[in-house]
């Protein structure tokens, strides 16, 4: 099971695009002036330097809000996720993808309403040699009302596993990557971060460095998680949502034991493990409010 891309529908696609590209830094993949008949006419698709066809999906809409968050399996995980999703009496679609990369499977409605999309088939793509691109996608965090609820719920339907939990959050892995996701202890549901691998912690610096050029400073970072021991760098994206710059997740074995809060707790004026940077408490908490997930299918 791999993290793949999130689709968002957005007002001004092509400004969020812009950014995304020139700013921030990745590849357009395909977009509306392409004309292409092998992704969505109105999306701009943004890919990083990996093997995922795109890692971002901006599709024009009179509203912002996420419409799925994909992820890439077997037929076999898909078959087993939708047998429990359909046990839970969940909302589960199934799917033909139109984005760039198509592929088929389904899309589940988790129970706070997150939209996992979980596809087979999808094509990848030659890799593009670039240091500055992302490589793919790390994470993709959503704010939850309840976070203890949201994480069981992925291991029992999803077969994912909850990797730690703080005072904040609860972490979720789908694979040995320390988490592909998390749930923040929000008291509401939406996106909370798109978080983007790059290569090395040299490709996070030169990010951040890149972001200073064209006047964005970080909203919090550079710094090191506990959780996961990751180098973030989060920023403000223009479009509203919160971007990440992040390397070196943990790897973690199958017998990994989960933390609790008291595990995880920091020396007074310390919330990562450089302490070398300000938080922007309350712009963040209002940019992780601005896309919320909200189903456009009817449940079949
Ligand atoms: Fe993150």
Redesign the pocket.
């Given at each position: 099971m791999r993290l793949r891309s999130i689709e968002l529908v957005l007002p001004k696609a092509a400004d969020a695009a812009d950014f995304l590209v020139n700013v921030w830094h990745t590849k357009l993949a395909a977009s509306p002036a392409d004309a292409r008949t092998d992704a969505k006419a109105n999306t701009h698709y943004i890919r990083g330097s990996g093997s995922f066809p795109y890692l971002v999906a901006l599709e024009e809409g009179e509203e912002s809000f996420v419409r799925s968050v994909t992820f890439v399996c077997e037929q076999a995980d898909i078959d087993r996720i939708e047998q429990n999703a359909r046990a839970k009496a969940l909302n589960v679609t199934p799917e033909t993808s139109a984005d760039l990369g198509g592929g088929h499977g389904i899309i589940v409605e988790m129970p706070e309403g997150e939209l996992f999309r979980f596809l087979t088939g999808s094509e990848e793509v030659a890799p593009i040699d670039d240091p500055d691109l992302p490589v793919k996608l790390t994470?993709v965090?959503c704010n939850a009302v309840d976070a203890e609820q949201s994480g069981l719920a992925v291991e029992e339907i999803l077969n994912f596993t909850v990797s730690d939990r703080t005072k904040g959050m609860v972490f979720v892995r789908c694979n040995a990557s320390h988490h592909s996701t998390a749930f923040a202890r929000a008291g509401f549901n939406s996106l909370n971060?798109i978080?983007f691998e790059m290569a090395d912690m040299d490709a996070v610096m030169r990010g951040v460095g890149r972001l200073r050029d064209y006047e964005y400073a970080p909203a919090w970072g550079p710094g090191r998680h506990g959780p996961g021991d990751?180098v973030?760098a989060y920023f403000i994206a223009p479009f509203g949502a919160v971007v990440?710059f992040?390397t070196a997740v943990e790897i973690v074995p199958d017998d990994y034991q989960a933390g609790a809060p008291e595990d995880w707790t920091w020396p007074e004026n310390r919330i990562d493990q450089w302490g070398m940077s300000d938080k922007d408490f309350a712009g963040l908490k209002d940019a992780e409010a601005n896309f919320k997930f909200k189903r456009t299918w009817q449940p079949a």
């Open positions: 994470h965090v971060h978080a990751n973030f990440e992040s």
